[in-house]
């Protein structure tokens, strides 16, 4: 009676709030970071709500996202916290939601069948593990992603309302599943592989009866219908500039073995995060695969293909274990996909948000049978737990201030030129003015040395050269002010921005020799 009472959901929800809110709080006073400031404090569109046709001319495809931005400026402006506690308070709900997917789970007949475990139990330390890893730090404090964790929600929310609709021949559950994934769609692209994951389910837990193929082909149809019409719908919608459109990325794609090469090193790298969630940053300098015969790829493609054997061998030894492995490579999918398509934007950490959800319950599982009874599952999770709470708080340190964030990646990445520029756009920011032409400096080194892995495009070149030319200009240094513009130039105007810097920086040189012709004249 004590265990059933400690596990029931309104106290699981409880114990997840307040464990979060805990974990959390270092973050809830912190700074805009990178992509915060170009969608959130530059960003027009949200600051005419309850109006939502600037939000959905410009951000289709994260409508729901930034008409929860916009309800948040609406309430308090731009103060951090209200914006802050709004990602925690999902993330918890998330968590919350893997409480009940693994509840589920452990009911089916064909998990009990291969592998029986005490459900309430492993749903609760599964769910804390998804609270609680490190590696969910970007997808929470990181405000713009909150696109991820919504995302993540409404995918987890759909799943959980889709296997009570299964378990319990429940239509209003049904109904709210098909509403929950319209949410997820306009919450981020990562969920089309949201059916995938239904008909994984149903692979793995459902056991259809007898005549009732047809019943689930209708059920889960819908949903690959839907994911199929709101493609097209995000890809023909006409954005504003400036905007967030997957018709670029689509018509102009192209696929890269070399790319989809790296991404197959990226996995392997993601699986030591989930184990081993140390050296953390937020930009990794990863280098692209330049041929076919790397040892470093090989290694990891064998490792990836045992790791597939292993969920095979499962399937009918351990049915969790082998979804939750499955899990993993389909949550990954779309991000290999876009990657070996786009060529940009190799590794993230919030990539993982929604993969952790397989390991958590995959961690959870295997930790129970090695521990070999629940009072030393207890102590061991504790003890996990607890580490991975305090290197979560080590983390959102870090996450807290936008200075600290930048140095700690300079210190991690000194080769890699975008860390330096954003690293210099920050101390500028602050009016750190010196610390900011250094990191400049440093960037346009990186920029010009043949060996660098990484470029920038055109608009952000000129960008750099721009803040350089304008911080000479400040400091009265006209000549390396105007080489500076003149550079920026050479990339790109910033829409006559660059122009009009360069004009009234001759107006001043120009002032200054008159200045200084009229005091010779006068001696």
Excluded at 62 to 89: D, E, K, M, Q, S
């Amino acid at each position: 009676m004590k265990t059933s009472l400690l596990y029931r959901p309104a106290c699981v929800l409880l114990y997840l709030t307040i464990i979060g809110l805990a974990i959390y709080s270092p973050v809830l006073d912190g700074d805009f970071i990178c992509d915060d400031y170009v969608f959130l404090a530059y960003n027009q569109s949200i600051r005419h709500f309850p109006d939502l046709r600037p939000i959905w001319a410009s951000f289709p495809t994260r409508f729901l996202v930034f008409v929860t931005f916009a309800v948040n400026y609406g309430l308090h402006g731009f103060r951090v916290p209200g914006f802050h506690l709004v990602n925690i308070l999902i993330h918890v709900l998330t968590s919350f939601l893997i409480y009940f997917f693994v509840v589920y789970l452990s009911r089916s007949a064909l998990a009990r069948r291969t592998r029986a475990y005490p459900g309430d139990l492993i749903a609760f330390w599964a769910a804390l593990v998804f609270l609680c890893h490190p590696i969910q730090t970007q997808g929470v404090a990181y405000i713009f992603q909150r696109a991820t964790s919504m995302a993540a929600f409404f995918y987890m929310l759909t799943i959980v309302l889709y296997l009570k609709f299964r378990q319990e021949d429940s239509p209003l559950a049904y109904g709210l599943a098909v509403v929950s994934f319209l949410g997820a769609i306009f919450c981020k692209e990562m969920v089309m592989t949201l059916p995938g994951a239904i008909f994984l389910c149903e692979l793995f837990f459902l056991e259809p009866q007898q005549g009732r193929w047809k019943r689930f082909l209708r059920g889960v149809l819908p949903f690959f219908v839907l994911c199929g019409v709101l493609l097209g719908v995000f890809i023909f919608t006409r954005v504003d500039e400036g905007g967030l459109t997957l018709k670029n990325q689509v018509f102009q794609s192209r696929f890269s073995p070399y790319f989809f090469l790296t991404e197959v090193n990226v996995l392997r790298t993601y699986l030591r995060l989930l184990v081993f969630p140390a050296f953390q940053r937020f930009e990794y300098d990863y280098p692209v695969v330049m041929s076919f015969w790397e040892v470093r790829t090989w290694l990891s493609a064998g490792l990836l293909l045992s790791l597939m054997g292993y969920a095979g061998y499962l399937f009918r030894r351990n049915r969790i274990l082998s979804f939750c492995v499955c899990w993993y490579f389909l949550t990954t999918a779309i991000e290999v996909v876009v990657v070996s398509l786009v060529h940009r934007s190799l590794l993230f950490e919030h990539w993982l948000y929604l993969p952790m959800a397989g390991f958590a319950i995959f961690f959870a599982c295997l930790l129970y049978d090695m521990a070999g009874d629940e009072a030393s599952f207890k102590r061991v999770g504790f003890i996990l737990i607890f580490s991975l709470c305090v290197m979560t708080v080590l983390r959102n340190q870090i996450w807290r201030d936008e200075i600290r964030f930048w140095e700690y990646e300079v210190a991690r990445s000194p080769n890699r030129m975008s860390v330096h520029y954003e690293a210099g756009v920050a101390y500028d920011r602050k009016g750190f003015k010196k610390q900011a032409l250094a990191s400049y400096l440093k960037t346009v080194a990186l920029l010009d040395d043949k060996r660098s892995r990484s470029r920038f495009d055109r608009v952000t070149t000129a960008k750099l050269y721009n803040n350089i030319g304008i911080i000479y200009t400040a400091q009265g240094d006209y000549p390396k002010a105007r080489n500076a513009f003149e550079n920026a130039f050479r990339f790109d105007s910033l829409e006559g921005g660059v122009e009009r810097n360069l004009g009234l920086l001759l107006d001043r040189m120009g002032a200054g020799r008159d200045e200084q012709g009229a005091g010779q004249h006068d001696e």
